[in-house]
């Protein structure tokens, strides 16, 4: 490389490296990019992206040029789209001359939900990710979303003579596909299977309603993974899953927590 004034500044990253030892994943975390997202409902939500890009390095390579996966997003339009994902990925692996390379972007995502009696309007926050891979030239897309939710406990429900323990709960589904899964259909999924779901604004008849909705619908950690994956399990568009449900105990000084992991290509 030619410096601007003559000068020759060598290039340290593309030397080679005498310890032969290849390094899985380098690049670059944690920055910040403005997105736009399509809604199921046709609109476009702008948001702002947390990204991870990460390339392999071979063992005679000395490093990456980090700066590339900087310049490979402003180099994009000034928001960067989930159907630019994978051109993104692919131009990434292409310029670092890496054999695969992947990205995860992180960044909420605002549904308006109104409330169950009163309709009242309002907006509610759900932590989504995006993960893309580059293997060998295949591409490989993963999505996750945390779904906040109310559960109730069945065991208290049965054994008290009146009233339930119930808490807030995190639901996380993450679903590998090669479909276009929206962001609102797994956010459905995993609100109607639990005791009830949360909304930003209650009156009222509002809390009336989701309290005794909850207490009529009790359920475990067990029952919530287990009801999510019935209904993956018959989705077409979708390779693999991981369900988790963690209830944040309201009567004890921990977690409750159930996971079920399943690949459902290779059966």
Same mark, same amino acid.
Request: charged share 25%.
């Given at each position: 490389m030619n410096h601007p004034y003559g000068?020759?500044?060598?290039?340290?990253?593309?030397?080679?490296d005498e310890r032969r030892i290849a390094i899985d994943r380098v690049g670059i975390k944690s920055i910040r990019h403005p997105m736009r997202i399509a809604g199921k409902g046709g609109g476009i939500q702008h948001t702002i992206g947390v990204f991870n890009m990460h390339v392999q390095l071979p063992p005679e390579r000395k490093g990456t040029?980090?700066?590339?996966?900087?310049?490979?997003?402003?180099?994009?339009?000034?928001e960067?789209?989930?159907?630019?994902?994978?051109?993104?990925?692919? %131009?990434? #692996?292409?310029? +670092?001359?890496?054999?695969s390379g992947?990205?995860?972007?992180?960044?909420?995502y605002f549904i308006t939900k109104a409330a169950p009696v009163?309709?009242?309007?309002?907006?509610?926050?759900?932590?989504?990710?995006?993960?893309? %891979?580059? #293997?060998?030239? +295949?591409y490989r897309f993963t999505m996750k979303v945390l779904v906040p939710v109310t559960s109730l406990c069945p065991c208290s429900r049965e054994i008290s003579i009146y009233g339930a323990h119930n808490q807030?709960?995190?639901?996380?589904?993450?679903?590998?596909?090669?479909a276009l899964v929206w962001i609102e259909d797994l956010v459905r999924i995993c609100e109607e299977n639990a005791s009830c779901e949360l909304y930003g604004i209650l009156k009222?008849?509002?809390?009336?309603y989701v309290t005794e909705k909850a207490y009529d619908n009790a359920k475990f950690v067990e029952d919530i993974v287990r009801d999510i994956a019935v209904i993956l399990n018959t989705d077409e568009r979708i390779e693999a899953y991981t369900i988790e449900a963690e209830n944040f105990e309201s009567i004890h000084n921990h977690s409750a927590y159930a996971l079920i992991e399943r690949d459902k290509i290779k059966g």
């Open positions: 000068l020759a500044i060598p290039d340290v990253q593309s030397g080679a040029h980090m700066s590339r996966f900087v310049e490979i997003l402003n180099g994009r339009d000034r960067i789209s989930i159907a630019s994902f994978e051109a993104i990925l692919r %131009e990434m #692996v292409g310029r +670092l001359e890496a054999e992947g990205m995860q972007i992180s960044f909420p009163s309709g009242v309007p309002s907006l509610l926050d759900y932590n989504v990710s995006f993960v893309g %891979e580059i #293997v060998q030239g +295949l807030r709960s995190h639901v996380t589904v993450t679903v590998r596909t090669p009222r008849a509002d809390e009336k």
